[in-house]
């Protein structure tokens, strides 16, 4: 078994002008480009792509886009059809891409679809170089705060792991996809994934209920636990900091059944440090004392009833077509995923497309979805209609 120490390629840090243009004019020459990127999701409520990753045969690069003015250069070669762009996971590296930089993409591989397609249980890069090329892979960065500068050789040798085996991965499953005639279709769910975007989902005033321990929770917990978790997401963006580094979810919890109403009384709660009684304190006795003056009453079933009968149609029709997907994956043994994902669905469900061309229209939709199910999705939003 190699090990990922076992690298002698060379590498280089780009972090100029100068560099990213000699970068691209050596890429140009290569039919075949590895691609991953890093963000600070862990770290900032306003995540952003603080590396990209490039590898050749014989070349790794990784641009710092913190440290350049300017990254376009780099839209020349995602957009050219005639350079495939190897990723792990494509659609959250495209989406990110194309949101810090509106970057286009053409001609996409994606190791794990072709992974999913080929039916995979374990999907992981780590697991797939592990188990196909024999590559064992540390992980101990994994969840690194990549917006931190400046960067060690140890973090920037974890992060050139990422694409430095993706190319020969490619081939492994390429191979492999040819032999079960299974090209064709990897090559519709790569144009798929090609038109990623980003979508940050909208702000759920329900998603304190789904906290683990919130269901214990009498109806004041309760609306001291919704107090704290608006007060937090407040906090998380004005600091730009992420939720949980603000406060934990045990700790809203914890909070919630406690339900301090002065200094001394907060000092009591053991889970929250010192530096956040000190920071959030005030706030946070605030927050307890408007959550007990609007208790929270939750129906038999556990769950708050949606807002209006719109939202209710929009969950019914989404797994109205939830169901149907999977029964078309079953039947034609083809991963769920890979098929049609759930963001799609609820997007079909959200707008309710009249016709072919609305259909068409919807983010993420490709033409060998509408060409193969259109009709029976279009047919399926109707059912849904005449419910109204």
């Given at each position: 078994m190699l090990d990922?120490?076992?690298?002698?390629?060379?590498?280089?840090?780009?972090?100029t002008p100068e560099q990213l243009q000699q970068v691209v004019r050596e890429l140009r020459c290569h039919p075949l480009v590895a691609v991953d990127t890093e963000s600070n999701s862990l770290y900032a409520y306003y995540e952003r792509v603080c590396l990209i990753q490039l590898s050749m045969p014989d070349m790794d690069y990784i641009i710092d886009p913190l440290a350049l003015p300017d990254v376009q250069p780099l839209g020349e070669l995602f957009a050219n059809p005639a350079q495939q762009k190897v990723f792990?996971?494509?659609?959250?590296?495209?989406?990110?891409?194309?949101?810090?930089?509106?970057f286009e993409f053409h001609n996409v591989f994606d190791t794990m679809l072709a992974g999913q397609l080929l039916g995979l249980k374990q999907l992981s890069l780590a697991r797939l170089l592990e188990e196909r090329l024999g590559v064992h892979i540390d992980k101990r960065y994994q969840q690194y705060n990549w917006g931190h500068r400046p960067l060690s050789d140890a973090v920037l040798a974890y992060a050139r792991l990422d694409t430095h085996y993706l190319l020969p991965l490619r081939e492994n499953l390429?191979?492999?996809?040819?032999?079960?005639?299974?090209?064709?279709?990897?090559?519709?769910a790569f144009r798929q994934v090609e038109k990623a975007v980003w979508n940050r989902m909208p702000a759920d005033p329900d998603a304190y209920?789904?906290?683990?321990?919130?269901?214990?929770?009498?109806p004041e917990g309760l609306g001291v636990l919704r107090e704290l978790y608006q007060l937090r997401d407040e906090i998380a963006r004005r600091r730009n900091r992420a939720p949980f580094r603000v406060l934990s979810d045990h700790l809203l919890v914890e909070l919630s059944r406690r339900r301090p109403?002065?200094?001394?009384?907060?000092?009591?709660?053991?889970?929250?440090?010192?530096?956040?009684?000190?920071?959030?304190?005030?706030?946070v006795l605030q927050a307890v004392a408007r959550g007990e003056e609007r208790p929270v009453i939750l129906p038999a079933n556990g769950r708050r009833s949606a807002n209006n009968g719109s939202e209710?149609?929009?969950e019914e029709l989404f797994e109205r077509l939830r169901a149907w997907r999977n029964q078309q994956a079953e039947a034609e043994g083809i991963p769920l995923a890979v098929l049609m994902s759930n963001r799609l669905l609820r997007r079909i469900a959200e707008e309710r497309p009249a016709d072919m061309e609305a259909l068409r229209a919807i983010a993420g939709m490709s033409d060998f979805i509408l060409s193969r199910?259109?009709?029976?999705?279009?047919?399926?939003?109707?059912?849904g209609r005449q419910r109204k």
């Amino acid at each position: 078994m190699l090990d990922s120490a076992d690298l002698t390629a060379p590498w280089m840090l780009v972090t100029t002008p100068e560099q990213l243009q000699q970068v691209v004019r050596e890429l140009r020459c290569h039919p075949l480009v590895a691609v991953d990127t890093e963000s600070n999701s862990l770290y900032a409520y306003y995540e952003r792509v603080c590396l990209i990753q490039l590898s050749m045969p014989d070349m790794d690069y990784i641009i710092d886009p913190l440290a350049l003015p300017d990254v376009q250069p780099l839209g020349e070669l995602f957009a050219n059809p005639a350079q495939q762009k190897v990723f792990h996971a494509a659609e959250y590296d495209i989406g990110t891409l194309r949101r810090d930089f509106g970057f286009e993409f053409h001609n996409v591989f994606d190791t794990m679809l072709a992974g999913q397609l080929l039916g995979l249980k374990q999907l992981s890069l780590a697991r797939l170089l592990e188990e196909r090329l024999g590559v064992h892979i540390d992980k101990r960065y994994q969840q690194y705060n990549w917006g931190h500068r400046p960067l060690s050789d140890a973090v920037l040798a974890y992060a050139r792991l990422d694409t430095h085996y993706l190319l020969p991965l490619r081939e492994n499953l390429l191979a492999e996809l040819r032999a079960r005639r299974l090209e064709k279709m990897a090559e519709e769910a790569f144009r798929q994934v090609e038109k990623a975007v980003w979508n940050r989902m909208p702000a759920d005033p329900d998603a304190y209920l789904r906290l683990r321990g919130a269901q214990e929770l009498d109806p004041e917990g309760l609306g001291v636990l919704r107090e704290l978790y608006q007060l937090r997401d407040e906090i998380a963006r004005r600091r730009n900091r992420a939720p949980f580094r603000v406060l934990s979810d045990h700790l809203l919890v914890e909070l919630s059944r406690r339900r301090p109403h002065t200094a001394a009384e907060l000092d009591e709660v053991l889970a929250l440090p010192a530096w956040q009684r000190k920071q959030y304190g005030h706030a946070v006795l605030q927050a307890v004392a408007r959550g007990e003056e609007r208790p929270v009453i939750l129906p038999a079933n556990g769950r708050r009833s949606a807002n209006n009968g719109s939202e209710r149609l929009t969950e019914e029709l989404f797994e109205r077509l939830r169901a149907w997907r999977n029964q078309q994956a079953e039947a034609e043994g083809i991963p769920l995923a890979v098929l049609m994902s759930n963001r799609l669905l609820r997007r079909i469900a959200e707008e309710r497309p009249a016709d072919m061309e609305a259909l068409r229209a919807i983010a993420g939709m490709s033409d060998f979805i509408l060409s193969r199910y259109g009709a029976e999705l279009l047919a399926l939003v109707r059912g849904g209609r005449q419910r109204k």
